[in-house]
């Protein structure tokens, strides 16, 4: 009896280890899909606004590519606090997220407070405030998309950033070259400088408060810095023959130019723009040109036809080698910007007879095409890195457009007529 | 499915019947020897501590200690009072009857003498006696006692003996008993190996349509780059409604653990098995994901 009581648990042990018939299931999962998700932004409470929050706050996410918006006409309820939000109604029109919320006025200056519910969990996600000038309740609103953006994709948006560009207006005898900043909607666009010779280039300084250009001017080539709080201009570079691709140094003390030597050749150089002490950086019978910092400030990438056709290469400032070729897919790379992150670059390429926009796996070397046009050009990053701006070809003339680097879903953005060229996205602001 | 049981009807009906045996052998043993338990005074028992109260009514239990005893010896008894009386005068007609009597005093002290020999020698005569009679039951008692110590031994051994006998036999039955189970645990485990192999293939199965499911399902923010480990257990209910999703040890940030709660939520009812014993309550999930 004792015995048998001593050795019961073992048996039973014994039992249980081998009465599981299976091993607890574990299953891995390693893919996703970027397809939009729905996301339902009901109109913001407040009286005679001058701007619908919630429909700038849709097109911005809708824009990104990662997001779709619920139309309003099939919205269950337009609930603008929590206490009116029926979640279980909002399940039946399968959408994932919600936001709500209001304007409230304060003299001239405006709080927009909204918050973003998980529509499946029911679970409240943020909530917050977002304060605005009498003009600014735009930008309240591209914050707002920001915000939700970066709770719901892990990264902060880049709706409340600007986009400079190049417009060209009017017959061919009568040409105008605009350099215009808008926000990044298009909307809001000012012109920061006109001139009837051709603009080129925009390159935003890391602090977002000058712009370099090329500006022909006078007939001739030269780089320009403007001053975009002040106005005040300044000619940094304008030597005889080409002074062209201006880009910044990561620390806005430094300008890497593509400058051409009497004999026309075309090589990469930094200039110091305190001390305009100028270095070459590359010294290559081929075209070298339309330089790019990487964000360590170390090395440059650049076009370069040195093999014949245009590809991507990249050179370590310090270490005088050789520069190492980056891209290898495609027989034409060109016009390098390297993302935020440093991991990528955004290129325009040769695909299928036609220019589109890649972005490249800088370690890898694999490239992806992300726009679909016929004669895309121009690429830059958003300062989040998850989209790039592009001018894309439209009846002839050029088009400010997006597309996502994850899903490459691209979206047209509205801007004024004339034909736009090279745009050039912001740093964070 | 169908065709392997009837195939194997019998080594299956068998098996079962050798499971159901076992677990009634298991139960009622737990049942013969569990219930006597409850009977026995348990070795240790839980009490709740009470507060230690001030000294009122309660006693120990243990027997409450002698009254002092009684003092033995008598309270000395105060001295009495000696009587003083005055010797009378001397008589001539007395002094013959005091002759008389004095002859007849010491005739009396020899004849006093005389007995009080005879007791004395009777007194030691017997007081000898006496001894030897206490000597020899003296001895009487000393050789019982050996001989009940003897026996005491005697009985001792036999059952120390038997006792060793009994535990050599426990332990051997333990042994046999051991031996049983091991057997039967291997049958056990073979069999269920048997059938794991072939449910190996279905819930490979089965784990592959949760995953596409959930992928599908799985709108993957930015953040969640190749690096991102999160184990996430899932319960559901058969018919495959989730009715719990719980992140747990995971490296992304809020958004990456809010995309994955959504997913399953969203890929809920999940997928039936192909074979319903392939169900499971919870699940593990893994999510990795690549590049």
Same mark, same amino acid.
């Given at each position: 009896?004792?015995?048998?009581?001593?050795?019961?648990?073992?048996?039973?042990?014994?039992?249980?280890?081998?009465?599981?018939?299976?091993?607890?299931?574990?299953?891995?999962?390693?893919?996703?899909?970027?397809?939009?998700?729905?996301?339902?932004?009901?109109?913001?409470?407040?009286?005679?606004?001058?701007?619908?929050?919630?429909? &700038?706050?849709?097109?911005?996410?809708?824009?990104?590519?990662?997001?779709?918006?619920?139309?309003?006409?099939?919205?269950?309820?337009?609930?603008?606090?929590?206490?009116?939000?029926?979640?279980?109604?909002?399940?039946?029109?399968?959408?994932?997220?919600?936001?709500?919320?209001?304007?409230?006025?304060?003299?001239?200056?405006?709080?927009?407070?909204?918050?973003?519910?998980?529509?499946?969990?029911?679970?409240?996600?943020?909530?917050?405030?977002?304060?605005?000038?009498?003009?600014?309740?735009?930008?309240?609103?591209?914050?707002?998309?920001?915000?939700?953006?970066?709770?719901?994709?892990?990264?902060?948006?880049?709706?409340? %950033?600007?986009?400079?560009?190049?417009?060209?207006?009017?017959?061919?005898?009568?040409?105008?070259?605009?350099?215009?900043?808008?926000?990044?909607?298009?909307?809001?666009?000012?012109?920061?400088?006109? +001139?009837?010779?051709?603009?080129?280039?925009?390159?935003?300084?890391?602090?977002?408060?000058?712009?370099?250009?090329? +500006?022909?001017?006078?007939?001739?080539?030269?780089?320009?810095?403007?001053?975009?709080?002040?106005?005040?201009?300044?000619?940094?570079?304008?030597?005889?023959?080409?002074?062209?691709?201006?880009?910044?140094?990561?620390?806005?003390?430094?300008?890497?130019?593509?400058?051409?030597?009497?004999?026309?050749?075309? !090589?990469?150089?930094?200039?110091?723009?305190?001390?305009?002490?100028?270095?070459?950086?590359?010294? !290559?019978?081929?075209?070298?040109?339309?330089?790019?910092?990487?964000?360590?400030?170390?090395?440059?990438?650049?076009?370069?036809?040195?093999?014949?056709?245009?590809?991507?290469?990249?050179?370590?400032?310090?270490?005088?080698?050789?520069?190492?070729?980056?891209?290898?897919?495609?027989?034409?790379?060109?016009?390098?910007?390297?993302?935020?992150?440093?991991?990528?670059?955004?290129?325009?390429?040769?695909?299928?007879?036609?220019?589109?926009?890649?972005?490249?796996?800088?370690?890898?070397?694999?490239?992806?095409?992300?726009? %679909?046009?016929?004669?895309?050009?121009?690429? +830059?990053?958003?300062?989040?890195?998850?989209?790039?701006?592009?001018?894309?070809?439209?009846?002839?003339?050029?088009?400010?457009?997006?597309?996502?680097?994850? +899903?490459?879903?691209?979206?047209?953005?509205?801007?004024?007529?004339?034909?736009?060229?090279?745009?050039?996205?912001?740093?964070?602001? | 499915?169908?065709?392997?049981?009837?195939?194997?009807?019998?080594?299956?009906?068998? %098996?079962?019947?050798?499971?159901?045996?076992?677990?009634?052998?298991?139960?009622?043993?737990?049942?013969?020897?569990?219930?006597?338990?409850?009977?026995?005074?348990?070795?240790?028992?839980?009490?709740?501590?009470?507060?230690?109260?001030?000294?009122?009514?309660?006693?120990?239990?243990?027997?409450?200690?002698?009254?002092?005893?009684?003092?033995?010896?008598?309270?000395?008894?105060?001295?009495?009072?000696?009587?003083?009386?005055?010797?009378?005068?001397?008589?001539?007609?007395?002094?013959?009857?005091?002759?008389?009597?004095?002859?007849?005093?010491?005739?009396?002290?020899?004849?006093?003498?005389?007995?009080?020999?005879?007791?004395?020698?009777?007194?030691? %005569?017997?007081?000898?006696?006496?001894?030897?009679?206490?000597?020899?039951?003296?001895?009487?008692?000393?050789?019982?006692?050996?001989?009940?110590?003897?026996?005491?031994?005697?009985?001792?051994?036999?059952?120390?003996?038997?006792?060793?006998?009994?535990?050599?036999?426990?332990?051997?039955?333990?042994?046999?008993?051991?031996?049983?189970?091991?057997?039967?645990?291997?049958?056990?485990?073979?069999?269920?190996?048997?059938?794991?192999?072939?449910?190996?293939?279905?819930?490979?199965?089965?784990?592959?349509?949760?995953?596409?499911?959930?992928?599908?399902?799985?709108?993957?923010?930015?953040?969640?780059?190749?690096?991102?480990?999160?184990?996430?257990? &899932?319960?559901?209910?058969?018919?495959?409604?989730?009715?719990?999703?719980?992140?747990?040890?995971?490296?992304?940030?809020?958004?990456? &653990?809010?995309?994955?709660?959504?997913?399953?939520?969203?890929?809920?009812?999940?997928?039936?098995?192909?074979?319903?014993?392939?169900?499971?309550?919870?699940?593990?999930?893994?999510?990795?994901?690549?590049?």
């Amino acid at each position: 009896m004792a015995e048998l009581r001593r050795f019961l648990p073992a048996l039973l042990l014994g039992l249980l280890v081998a009465v599981p018939a299976h091993a607890q299931l574990t299953v891995q999962i390693t893919q996703g899909v970027t397809t939009p998700i729905p996301v339902a932004i009901v109109p913001f409470a407040g009286e005679g606004l001058p701007v619908d929050v919630a429909a &700038v706050v849709e097109a911005d996410l809708a824009r990104s590519g990662r997001f779709a918006g619920l139309p309003r006409a099939s919205m269950p309820q337009h609930p603008t606090a929590a206490a009116q939000l029926d979640v279980a109604q909002w399940r039946l029109v399968k959408t994932d997220f919600l936001v709500l919320g209001r304007v409230r006025r304060d003299g001239d200056r405006y709080e927009v407070e909204f918050e973003l519910y998980n529509v499946v969990t029911g679970a409240r996600l943020l909530a917050y405030s977002v304060g605005a000038g009498a003009s600014g309740l735009r930008l309240a609103a591209h914050r707002t998309a920001d915000l939700v953006y970066e709770k719901i994709l892990g990264v902060p948006g880049a709706f409340a %950033s600007r986009i400079a560009y190049v417009l060209i207006e009017g017959p061919p005898a009568s040409r105008r070259w605009k350099l215009v900043v808008a926000d990044a909607d298009g909307e809001n666009p000012v012109v920061v400088v006109a +001139s009837q010779q051709p603009l080129m280039s925009p390159a935003w300084s890391p602090d977002g408060t000058r712009l370099a250009y090329v +500006s022909f001017e006078g007939h001739a080539s030269g780089v320009w810095v403007q001053n975009l709080l002040t106005g005040v201009r300044e000619k940094v570079s304008g030597r005889p023959g080409i002074n062209g691709a201006p880009a910044w140094s990561p620390d806005g003390g430094r300008l890497a130019l593509a400058l051409s030597q009497p004999d026309g050749n075309v !090589d990469v150089f930094v200039l110091d723009l305190s001390s305009r002490a100028l270095l070459r950086v590359t010294d !290559d019978p081929s075209i070298d040109t339309e330089p790019c910092f990487a964000p360590d400030g170390q090395s440059l990438y650049f076009t370069s036809d040195r093999a014949g056709r245009p590809q991507i290469y990249r050179i370590v400032l310090a270490a005088g080698e050789r520069p190492k070729r980056v891209t290898f897919e495609g027989s034409y790379n060109a016009r390098p910007r390297v993302s935020p992150d440093g991991t990528q670059l955004a290129v325009v390429t040769q695909d299928q007879g036609a220019y589109r926009i890649a972005t490249v796996d800088i370690a890898s070397g694999r490239s992806k095409v992300v726009t %679909s046009g016929q004669l895309d050009e121009g690429p +830059s990053f958003a300062p989040n890195g998850q989209t790039v701006v592009y001018a894309a070809r439209e009846r002839g003339r050029g088009v400010l457009a997006t597309a996502a680097v994850d +899903s490459g879903v691209t979206s047209r953005i509205s801007a004024a007529s004339g034909d736009v060229r090279e745009p050039a996205w912001s740093p964070r602001l | 499915m169908n065709a392997f049981l009837r195939e194997h009807a019998r080594p299956l009906i068998g %098996s079962a019947l050798l499971h159901v045996a076992v677990a009634a052998a298991v139960i009622a043993a737990a049942l013969v020897s569990v219930v006597p338990r409850f009977v026995q005074p348990p070795a240790i028992e839980a009490y709740l501590a009470p507060a230690p109260r001030a000294h009122v009514g309660t006693e120990p239990a243990s027997a409450p200690a002698p009254a002092p005893a009684p003092d033995a010896t008598p309270p000395p008894t105060p001295p009495e009072p000696v009587r003083s009386t005055p010797a009378p005068a001397p008589d001539p007609a007395v002094a013959a009857r005091e002759q008389a009597a004095q002859r007849q005093a010491q005739e009396q002290a020899a004849h006093r003498q005389a007995l009080e020999r005879d007791a004395r020698r009777k007194a030691v %005569s017997d007081a000898r006696r006496l001894a030897a009679e206490q000597a020899a039951a003296q001895k009487k008692a000393a050789t019982e006692q050996a001989a009940a110590q003897k026996k005491a031994a005697a009985e001792e051994a036999k059952q120390r003996a038997a006792a060793a006998e009994a535990r050599r036999r426990a332990e051997a039955d333990a042994r046999a008993r051991t031996q049983r189970e091991a057997d039967l645990s291997r049958q056990l485990a073979e069999e269920q190996s048997r059938l794991g192999a072939q449910d190996a293939g279905l819930q490979a199965r089965y784990a592959a349509d949760i995953r596409a499911r959930i992928e599908r399902a799985w709108n993957r923010p930015s953040s969640a780059r190749p690096g991102i480990r999160c184990k996430v257990d &899932v319960t559901q209910v058969p018919g495959g409604t989730v009715t719990d999703v719980r992140v747990g040890e995971c490296n992304g940030d809020a958004a990456v &653990v809010e995309s994955i709660k959504l997913a399953v939520l969203k890929a809920s009812p999940l997928p039936a098995p192909p074979d319903p014993s392939l169900f499971q309550r919870m699940l593990h999930l893994e999510f990795n994901p690549d590049g």
